[in-house]
């Protein structure tokens, strides 16, 4: 019987990760009898984010999500869910960046500790989790602070792809499963 599962999906930016995050989340809901949370971490800083969240909350509607919008401190989710849960954490990639780029405009390049144990307590302690991040780490050299927040969104990726059962890659909504136990 299955009793918890820990699912890590990463790929490139608009390739289907939300939508294939979505059903395999519902579906462990469904199996598991188990309330269905939607993790939202974005902070909207223009029209083409206020779109993207519509977008997603419209692609959501009737699949039973219950949303909590956590853009920071993931680890006082617990504050406002119950531990017993399919969490949807819905992206790695924006949490990071929220956290190194807070809202008061004071930069925080050193939260990659901070942020790891917060994440730590999270995937600990949730009973099942799907977590989208966006492989953004590759490529072009940028300016040290772009670098220095690749770096730690691939850390806070290794930290979350170790502690998961399935780690999965999506490219045009295509999943590759990469490690599954």
Known sequence: MLKSKKIFI???CKNGKSMYAQKRA?????ILSLPLFYVATMIPHDEEDERRIKRHLQERDGWGFITVEQPLNIHKIFDRAPKEGVFLLDSLTALTANEMFPPTG???LDIQGQLSNQLKYFLENASCWVVVSDYLYGGSRYDDITENYKKTLAHMDQLTAAMSNEVIEVSAGIPQIWHTQ
């Open 10 to 12: 990463s790929g490139g």
């Open 26 to 30: 519902s579906e462990l809901a469904s």
């Open 106 to 108: 004071e930069m925080n």
